[in-house]
């Protein structure tokens, strides 16, 4: 990693790592009376190691002259591997989260243990550090592949995949410390979120370097997909979390916003999260990835374009279905209700343009696990957007809000669009990155398909089952018009339907695991393969069905 750096490049990386020492160093000291130490000292750790790693490298003797390949791709292959162990992580933490509903007492007394720390720690894990960590290197790969260029430098990658891991190992770790700022996916305290503002532009400014250096006039659909995903996730992060810290010295701070406006600008955040981080980004890799494995142009180039404008506007307006039937005005409800609906059209014309692309390769579905993960994920897509633009109906929503209704939403779209959209998009990278002729063993990858679907329908179907149970408990009266059930029994009638959610989730774990191996042994393999696809034929800025 470092070698590959010119030696300004290796100098500036040295008095950011210095910096970052510094900073660390300061809020140790300034908060020595306050949790926020802690993270200082982390910080500096981390920073420490870094000057280490990068100092050693001036001692080197210089390498012969250094053979410049055309993509730069190191940052990428770390990316993967990252995202993987976050994955491991923040999943094998979602199944414990997950028995802990089955055995609620399994928390050892200890604070760090209980279900209250430990659910952000999965859902952060999961979707920031599995799929943020997913997202950065395939955009890099995208990027450099459509635009036919290499990145600016080979420093700023390096600067955000790193800086980013350091984000996220603030945040779950903050919150087993018990760091919380109290807001759903957006956890952690004003400290963490000023560093990943300057990471978040530090990767923005990053793309639109590379974007400005292209070789292909044409921008390839992906990258508007990435491009949209990184400018929105900036807009959302900075605006939801102004908040004043208390001191320098303390951890704690109170959010700019309160009482319903706070409520709002939580959901327009936390909706968009879903929008813009966990569907137009994987929608970038869906773009690039199913038609490059299916050896197909999209279906329609066209569509593709339609339908990006049509997320990326709808999706802004809403967030207000999070928040039917509380304090906010009725109107913007019904606002965030109505866009919702629509809301459907442009996902399914996403969903159907990749399921359409398939026609005349189903017999490589059929064969290629791999493609059949992209082909699962288009379906659940589907299916995940039509139900959350259900969901958003007011009456709807007034059966399945608070319950587990909406959890198995979540993870039909979780585990059924964005990791199975992820692992499809692995098996066929790894082998390109490494230069293998293909993966160490295509059985594995046959058995994560199956492990992951059957994993992904138990969960789904289990929280189906108990969350319309749960919503009918909730409403369900006497003949003398009294609630027929106390909060606790329906919380008794849950202990099955959470179990088999929990060994559902372990089928899904399982899977990841297989992954995490068969990319580990792909890695090691010796057969390297010279003939690689470097610019995949089929797509590139040829949209042969853009007419
Ligand atoms: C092994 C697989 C997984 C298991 C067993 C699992 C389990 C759980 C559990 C038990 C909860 C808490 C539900 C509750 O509070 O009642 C949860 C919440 C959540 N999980 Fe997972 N999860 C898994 C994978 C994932 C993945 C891959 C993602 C995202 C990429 C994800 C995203 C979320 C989100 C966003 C929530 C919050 C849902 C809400 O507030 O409605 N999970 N998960
Ligand atoms: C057309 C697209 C979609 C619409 C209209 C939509 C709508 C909704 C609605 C109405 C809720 C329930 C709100 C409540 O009662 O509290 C919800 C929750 C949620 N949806 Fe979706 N959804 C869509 C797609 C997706 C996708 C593709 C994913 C994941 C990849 C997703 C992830 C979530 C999450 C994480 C929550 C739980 C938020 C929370 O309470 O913590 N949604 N969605
Ligand atoms: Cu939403």
Redo the contacts with the bound molecule.
């Keep these: 990693m470092i070698s590959q750096l010119t030696p300004g490049e290796r100098q500036l990386a040295l008095v950011l790592s210095i910096c970052l020492a510094a900073v660390g160093g300061f809020l140790a000291i300034v908060g020595k009376d306050d949790i926020i130490a802690v993270h200082g000292l982390m910080v500096s750790a981390v920073a420490y190691l870094l000057v280490f790693i990068i100092g050693i490298e001036f001692f080197k003797p210089s390498p012969s002259p250094r053979r410049i390949e055309k993509y730069y791709d190191d940052p990428t292959k770390a990316g993967i591997v990252l995202a993987l162990v976050w994955g491991i992580v923040g999943m094998g933490v979602g199944d414990w989260v997950a028995w802990l509903l089955v055995f609620p007492e399994a928390t050892f007394d200890a604070g760090w243990a209980s279900f209250g720390r430990l659910r952000p720690v999965h859902t952060t894990g999961v979707i920031f550090g599995f799929g943020g960590n997913a997202l950065i290197a395939t955009s890099l790969h995208v990027m450099q592949r459509t635009c036919r260029t290499r990145l600016p430098d080979q420093l700023s990658p390096w600067v955000v995949l790193v800086g980013y891991n350091v984000f996220c190992l603030l945040a779950v770790t903050g919150y087993m410390l018990g760091i919380t700022a109290s807001k ?2 957006a956890e952690p305290e004003w400290y963490a979120d000023l560093f990943l503002t300057v990471i978040w532009v530090s990767y923005l400014i990053l793309y639109l370097r590379t974007l400005r250096r292209r070789e292909e006039p044409h921008i390839y659909v992906a990258n508007w997909y990435f491009l949209s995903f990184i400018v929105v996730v900036a807009i959302l992060h900075v605006i939801n979390n102004l908040a004043i810290p208390v001191s320098l010295g303390h951890a704690k701070s109170y959010s700019l916003f309160s009482g319903v406006q706070d409520a709002m600008t939580q959901w327009w955040y ?2 968009n999260a ?2 813009f981080f ?2 137009t980004g ?1 929608l970038g890799m869906l773009y690039y990835f199913l038609p490059v494995r299916a050896g197909r142009p999209i279906f329609s180039y066209r569509l593709s374009i339609i339908s990006f404008w049509g997320i990326t506007f709808l ?1 802004m307006w ?1 967030g207000s ?4 039937y509380t304090a906010l005005p009725n109107w913007v409800q019904t606002l965030g209700m109505t866009f ?2 629509i ?2 059209v442009p ?1 399914w014309a996403s969903a159907g343009n990749a399921l359409l692309t398939l026609n005349g390769a189903w017999h490589k579905v059929r064969d290629d696990a791999t493609l059949r993960f992209m082909m699962v994920a288009a379906v659940f ?1 589907g299916l ?6 259900f ?2 109906i007011r009456p709807v ?1 007034s059966l ?3 319950t587990d209704w ?2 198995g ?2 993870h039909s ?2 585990l059924g ?2 990791a199975m959209i992820t692992f499809g998009s692995i098996y066929t990278l790894v082998p390109w990155l490494w230069k293998k002729k293909a993966m160490y063993s295509n059985a594995l990858v046959e058995l994560h398909f199956w492990l992951a679907l059957i994993g992904t329908l138990i969960y789904v179907f289990a929280m189906w089952n108990s969350g319309v149970i749960q919503g009918l408990m909730w409403r369900a009266y006497n003949e003398n018009g009294a609630l027929a059930y106390s909060f606790i029994e329906s919380v008794e009638a849950m202990k099955p339907y959470y179990a088999a959610r929990a060994v559902g989730g372990l089928f899904f774990l399982t899977g990841v695991m297989v992954c995490f191996y068969n990319v580990l042994k792909t890695i090691r393999m010796q057969d390297d393969a010279t003939v690689v696809p470097e610019r995949p034929p089929l797509l590139v800025a040829a949209p042969a069905s853009a007419e």
Aim: charged share 5%.
């Design positions: 759903e996916y936390g909706h879903v929008a966990l569907t994987f999706y809403v279905h999070h928040l039917h919702s609906i809301l459907v996902s897509y995940s957007t039509f139900e959350g633009s969901m958003a929503n399945s809000h608070y909406t959890v939403h979540v779209g979780v669009w964005v």
